[in-house]
């Protein structure tokens, strides 16, 4: 779809792709942010903002992403309940563009079958509770003609060295205390020791 922006210069609108082209995954690639969202059928929304090298496009309607641990486990949650998911990119150096892929997605725990090869995708990530592998049935391109500028200063080190101060027994303990239940009292399916 085409308008018009003020000032009379001709804008495109938001365009509709079956599938995450080859610029799109270059597009992808060049983000440092994303964002999640998923809804159960009642209770609360999440959208969370994802950093870190935590991404990876595996084929034109496939993407994981590797969780580590949080203060809550909203989306594991969720998705138990409800499996669709979105994931938005936002162009905020450069040109303005705004990504979202529309899916559903499951999670894969420590000890599923596809773990190992999985999380083997990503640099180690201490912490690590989940990888989710999104089905994509939607790409949507919008303006993003809102979002501000903001000059990339560099990923923050504090979630890796929490984790290595907490060890591996902190952070079962912190999964058991935490993390098997969402805000609405939800089972997360993460699996505790």
């Not at 597009?27 to 159960?40: C, S, W």
């Not at 949650?77 to 150096?93: K, S, V």
């Not at 902190?170 to 505790?192: A, K, L, M």
């Amino acid at each position: 779809m085409v308008g018009r922006a003020g000032g009379g210069h001709t804008v495109r609108m938001a365009t509709q792709y079956e599938q995450i082209t080859d610029r799109l995954q270059e597009f992808i690639a060049d983000q440092q942010m994303y964002f999640v969202g998923t809804a159960a059928p009642d209770g609360r929304v999440n959208v969370s903002p994802k950093g870190l090298d935590s991404l990876r496009v595996l084929g034109p309607r496939r993407v994981v992403w590797l969780n580590g641990t949080g203060s809550g486990n909203e989306t594991a949650a969720h998705l138990l309940r409800n499996p669709r998911i979105t994931l938005m990119f936002c162009a905020f150096e450069g040109k303005p563009l705004i990504l979202r892929l529309f899916g559903t997605a499951r999670a894969i725990h420590e000890g599923d079958p596809e773990w190992a090869d999985l999380v083997a995708l990503f640099p180690p990530m201490p912490g690590a509770r989940n990888v989710f592998d999104t089905t994509v049935d939607l790409v949507q391109t919008s303006c993003g003609f809102g979002v501000p500028l903001y000059e990339y200063d560099g990923q923050r080190t504090l979630m890796r060295s929490w984790a290595e101060n907490k060890g591996d027994e902190g952070i079962e303990r912190y999964h058991r205390e935490r993390n098997t239940h969402s805000i609405d009292g939800f089972p997360t399916g993460i699996p505790v020791r």
